[in-house]
């Protein structure tokens, strides 16, 4: 069984300043994000959230160029079962 961390306050009170908005399953997959951000935003979006999955591993963050990153190419059908 995983052991639940304590909660820290002065973490749990920056989280209760985000701009966050609930909505069902259903009226969130009718949502686009565009209508209400500016591509910089959803480029930062984007790159926040990067960074995040990236502490979350304990590894460094890659420091190769794009053009250098592993990638796997797979045809559609393998991807479908």
Not at 35 to 40: E, F, V, W
Not at 69 to 77: G, Y
Request: hydrophobic share 40%.
């Amino acid at each position: 069984m995983t052991d639940i961390p304590p909660v820290d306050p002065a973490r749990a009170a920056r989280r209760a300043q985000w701009p966050v908005r609930v909505m069902s399953l259903e009226d969130a997959s009718q949502s686009d994000v565009a209508t209400h951000t500016t591509a910089a935003e959803r480029v930062l979006m984007v790159s926040q959230l990067t960074a995040e999955a990236w502490a979350l591993t304990g590894l460094p963050t890659p420091a190769y160029e794009r053009s250098r990153t592993p990638i796997a190419v797979r045809p559609m059908r393998t991807m479908h079962g």
